[in-house]
C-alpha cells in the first residue's frame, strides 16, 4: 500500500495562497503519476489536478485552471500543489495518491481505496 504524508492546509481568507506538500512514506514515486484530489463538506472526493511520471503532462480540473499549479520533486520524493487565489469553494479535505496510469486523466479518477489522513483547507473570511 503506498503512503503519502499530505501537509500545508490551513485557513486562509479568500484570494490568498496555500503550498501543499504530498511525501511519500516508504516508496520511490519516481515511476508514478500522483496526483491531488479533494473532498468538501457534504460532497463526493474530485480530483483536482494530477502530474505524469515525468512531469511531462499535467492535468487540472476546471474549477482550477489557472489558480493551481502541481509539481514534483523526484529527489525530494515530493510532490507539491500551489494554491493561489484561492476560494470558499476550494475549502475541504486535501488528499494525494500515486498510481500507474496511461493518462494523467486516469489518475485524477478519485477510484482509490486507500486514504491518507489528508489536509485541511479552508478558505474564509
Known amino acids: 500500500q503506498l503512503q503519502f504524508v499530505e501537509s500545508g492546509g490551513g485557513l486562509v481568507q479568500p484570494g490568498g495562497s496555500l503550498r501543499l506538500s504530498c511525501a511519500a512514506s516508504?516508496?520511490?514515486?519516481?515511476?508514478?503519476?500522483i496526483g491531488w484530489f479533494r473532498q468538501a463538506p457534504g460532497k463526493e472526493r474530485e480530483g483536482v489536478s494530477c502530474?505524469?511520471?515525468?512531469?511531462?503532462?499535467?492535468y487540472y480540473a476546471d474549477s482550477v485552471k489557472g489558480r493551481f499549479t502541481i509539481s514534483r520533486d523526484n529527489a525530494e520524493n515530493t510532490v507539491y500543489l500551489q494554491m493561489n487565489g484561492l476560494n470558499p469553494e476550494d475549502t475541504g479535505v486535501y488528499y494525494c495518491?500515486?498510481?500507474?496510469?496511461?493518462?494523467?486523466?486516469?489518475?485524477?479518477?478519485?477510484?482509490?481505496?486507500?486514504w491518507g489522513q489528508g489536509t485541511q483547507v479552508t478558505v474564509s473570511s
Open positions: 502530474i505524469s511520471s515525468s512531469s511531462g503532462s499535467t
Open positions: 516508504g516508496f520511490s514515486l519516481a515511476s508514478y503519476a
Open positions: 495518491a500515486a498510481d500507474v496510469v496511461p493518462t494523467v486523466q486516469a489518475m485524477c479518477v478519485p477510484w482509490y481505496d486507500s
